[in-house]
């Protein structure tokens, strides 16, 4: 992403940015204001079109302005840990996504299917991503 590592953090410590660049997501319900530190949350609505869920995301970890660790709740479908790594890259930021079923839903990692899927999706949510950070370097 061409913007620094400092402009993406941003975005990612704006519970409100998950609604748009998570792709799934639909609205941010509540957020405690210690989000991003560890232990707090934010709580969401997640679906695709009439099908929605309510639940929670929490963070597990968080090391400013270079990393975050997630854990996505959307019951009764999953839940998810997902991990998300910025580092300075070419005068921009390198940002690394991974994202792998949890808890009983662990086995579904080894499905193609679910890889593709969850592939794809954070493709997708990384570009919107991308555009916030942009958004947010003009600022």
């Not at 609505?45 to 990393?67: C, M, S």
């Amino acid at each position: 992403m061409p913007v620094p590592t400092s402009d993406v953090w941003a975005v990612l410590a704006d519970p409100a940015s998950y609604a748009y660049w998570v792709v799934g997501s639909k609205l941010i319900r509540d957020a405690e204001p210690a989000f991003p530190a560890p232990g707090s949350k934010f709580h969401h609505t997640v679906g695709f079109g009439p099908l929605t869920l309510n639940d929670h995301t929490k963070v597990l970890e968080a090391e400013p302005p270079v990393r975050l660790v997630l854990r996505a709740k959307g019951r009764p479908i999953g839940t998810a840990k997902v991990s998300l790594r910025l580092a300075p890259r070419d005068g921009g930021t390198e940002v690394e996504i991974m994202e792998n079923p949890d808890g009983p839903y662990r086995l579904l990692a080894y499905n193609p299917a679910v890889q593709l899927f969850t592939k794809l999706r954070n493709a997708e949510s990384l570009m919107r991503l991308e555009e916030l950070a942009l958004r947010q370097a003009e600022r």
